[in-house]
């Protein structure tokens, strides 16, 4: 789902009740902190801040975490 930044505190209560700790969030809206969305989401969840580069609009591109949230944790396994 696209949303503009100010939209997403709202869209975030709107699926609240399909979040728990064992979700991860991964957001693309520019200038929204992970605290923002793990605040909205009211519990400990994981949240990834991904942010597109600009040939991405041009399908040459590609995007990558660029910040993690307070509940993100590394896998068991040591891998990522």
Do not use: H, Y
Request: charged share 20%; glycine share 10%; hydrophobic share 45%.
């Amino acid at each position: 789902m696209g949303v503009k930044p100010f939209q997403v505190p709202g869209i975030i209560e709107e699926i609240r009740p399909a979040l728990n700790k064992d979700k991860l969030l991964i957001s693309f809206a520019a200038s929204v902190k992970t605290r923002s969305i793990e605040d909205a989401a009211g519990l400990d969840i994981a949240v990834i801040r991904s942010m597109p580069n600009t040939p991405s609009a041009l399908g040459a591109g590609a995007a990558r975490p660029c910040a993690r949230g307070r509940f993100v944790t590394a896998p068991a396994d040591g891998a990522g």
